[in-house]
């Protein structure tokens, strides 16, 4: 029996969860599925630059979880770009600590009550209006 998969951190959502090439009715293309881990792999690795170290450290996995998952990723987005496949992310991820925030001025930690809109906080410790979400998404 298989040991469970180990959840993974995942930086944000992305804007778009469905790619496909131009001109091609989506009912006509093949679909390749990449999973968030395999998409926040390919945005650390190839988009923000950080070494494999960095990367598995970030996502909360070993460095060699972290290689086969960006491997997948690699060979997946290949596919889909070399045969004129469409690319769906799948959506299957959980939010943890959905309503924390960090000043970017202070640096305080604080969190936003539900209900309390986002864009009417300001930081309790300084009173800025710059702060950063600091959920996680765990895919698995």
């Given at each position: 029996?298989?040991r469970r998969?180990k ?8 804007g778009v969860?469905?790619f ?10 093949e ?7 395999e ?5 650390l690795?190839d988009?923000?630059g ?9 996502m909360?996995?070993s ?7 960006l491997?997948?990723a690699r ?12 690319i ?11 309503r ?14 539900h ?5 009417d906080?300001t930081c309790?410790s ?5 702060f950063?979400?600091?959920?996680k998404i765990v895919?698995?």
């Open positions: 029996m298989p998969k959840c993974r951190m995942i930086g944000e959502m992305p969860l469905f496909k090439p131009r001109g091609i009715p989506t009912s006509d293309l679909i390749v599925e990449l999973s968030m881990d998409l926040e792999a390919i945005k690795k988009m923000v950080l070494d494999q170290e960095e990367c598995a450290e970030k909360g996995i460095r060699p979880t972290f290689h086969r998952i491997t997948k060979r997946k987005i290949a596919d889909a770009m070399i045969n004129g496949k469409a769906k992310l799948d959506e299957n991820v959980k939010l943890i600590n959905a924390r925030f960090r000043c970017r001025n202070c640096m305080h930690e604080f969190t936003i009550p209900g309390r809109r986002v864009v906080v309790p300084c009173g800025s209006g710059e950063e979400s600091l959920h895919w698995g």
